[in-house]
């Protein structure tokens, strides 16, 4: 039996299922993987998801020798939204606050997100110049860099999901948030065509039923988006 392997890179996008209202949902890594692997296919496919929680397009390029070293058929990159919200903190205070280690420093930086950055988030991100954990310039660059090293150390077919554009409570929470996400996409776009790579077309998916927290699929969601990406894969 032939053996492809399908590696998924990205953020909580790539993971999550919201509302998680059942223990059977999937996400569309898992659900590519139930359509492909049938009893009737000669081809069994390894999908392996290694995107983490608020990932960058710089936390890619820190794993990029696992990426790599994975040499997958199929490699489906979905990031670009933790680098392109804009935020009401700095990425430094951010990690502070998501480390596992509950020490006395990782209290007191939750107890001033709490008191101070959540109550006023919209506020600071205002303050902040609605600036964003990745410029669009480094963003564009650090993607250009990693489909480079995947093109040129692997035969793996590339297939990029684009940013979802969140409704109009996004942009009151977080504002100049779908603006840069639209900036992004802009970037994705320019760079799949001139690396000759798939980047979905995902038009189709509405937030209020596919993305109703305005960043996570739903259930529904990830089911269209591994509708769209089986596409590709059957038809290469």
């Known amino acids: 039996m032939e053996v492809k392997k399908i590696v998924i890179l990205g953020n909580s996008v790539a993971l999550r299922n919201r509302p ?3 223990e059977q949902s999937l996400n569309y890594g898992q659900l590519i993987s139930k359509a492909l692997n049938t009893e009737e296919s000669k081809t069994l496919y390894l999908v392996e998801n290694i995107a983490f ?32 919200a804009t935020r009401e903190m700095s990425k430094w205070f951010a990690d502070v606050l998501n480390r596992r280690k509950q020490s006395f420093i990782v209290k007191i930086f939750k107890l001033i997100f709490s008191v101070f950055h959540k109550p006023l988030r919209t506020v ?14 480094k963003f564009d660059k650090l993607f250009r860099d990693l489909i480079y090293k995947i093109q040129h150390n692997t035969s793996g077919k590339i297939i990029v999901l684009p940013l979802l554009i969140g409704d109009d ?6 504002p100049g948030t779908n603006k840069n996400y639209a900036k992004f996409n802009n970037i994705l776009e320019l760079v799949s065509i001139d690396k000759e790579i798939e980047l979905l077309n ?33 038809f290469n």
């Open 20 to 22: 998680h209202t059942k």
């Open 53 to 84: 929680g608020r990932a960058t397009m710089t936390d890619l390029h820190i794993v990029s020798d696992k990426i790599i070293n994975s040499f997958a058929d199929y490699y489906i990159i979905n990031i670009g939204v933790s680098d392109a």
């Open 124 to 137: 600071l991100v205002r303050l902040r110049g609605k600036r964003s954990w990745t410029s669009a310039k």
């Open 169 to 174: 409570r996004i942009e009151r929470i977080v």
């Open 202 to 234: 995902l038009d189709s998916l509405k937030s209020e039923v596919d993305y109703p927290d305005g960043t996570h699929l739903s259930e529904e969601g990830n089911v269209k988006v591994a509708q769209e990406i089986l596409k590709v894969i059957k």
